[in-house]
């Protein structure tokens, strides 16, 4: 039977059974929310003024006819962001230490998420022939962001931000030996 041991706290002879979990797993889920909308408007922002913006001739943006790469740039920095954020704010009290595997498992596993996104606008232009503003913002930044923001909280509470002071760290080769030793 598990123990529920760590997710309860007296308080006066009153036991709180839910702050435990509310402070492992709801309050960075709702973190990574908030860094992620922002990310979300860097995105939509960028995106909307590369391919959509009126002021360029045609009515559209300077990158109209290359929706694709406007798309890779946008991602390319809000996910700058969310690293930054993520590190700093979201994962912060994991004890998470920058290391270069780390580092590399951030980059692809943003590179997996980039070609969701990628993916999702480039079947609404290229399979559908869709390419109203509205078109390419459902598919690329609502849809593809979507499930690329499921992917990125998964793997980045894994990989990329694991916490480090339960001795669990990913590539560490004094953690990683010390934890074969004790399964021996």
Not at 14 to 22: A, K, P
Not at 71 to 78: E, N, Q, V, W
Request: include cysteine; hydrophobic fraction near 45%.
């Amino acid at each position: 039977m598990p123990s529920f041991d760590n997710l309860r706290r007296t308080d006066g002879g009153t036991q709180h059974f839910t702050s435990g979990l509310l402070r492992e797993q709801l309050v960075p889920l709702l973190q990574f929310l908030v860094v992620g909308g922002i990310a979300f408007l860097i995105d939509y922002l960028t995106f909307n003024l590369l391919v959509f913006a009126a002021p360029w001739p045609g009515g559209h943006g300077p990158m109209f006819d290359w929706p694709m790469l406007a798309k890779l740039l946008s991602i390319l920095l809000a996910s700058a962001f969310t690293y930054v954020g993520n590190r700093l704010w979201t994962f912060s009290k994991r004890g998470s230490r920058v290391t270069g595997g780390r580092l590399l498992a951030f980059v692809l596993l943003n590179i997996v998420a980039m070609a969701m996104q990628e993916l999702c606008l480039g079947f609404s232009r290229y399979a559908l022939g869709l390419h109203s503003w509205l078109s390419d913002n459902i598919s690329g930044t609502l849809v593809g962001q979507a499930l690329a923001t499921v992917f990125r909280y998964v793997t980045y509470r894994r990989w990329v931000f694991p916490d480090d002071r339960s001795g669990s760290s990913l590539g560490d080769p004094h953690t990683d030996s010390q934890q074969t030793a004790t399964l021996r």
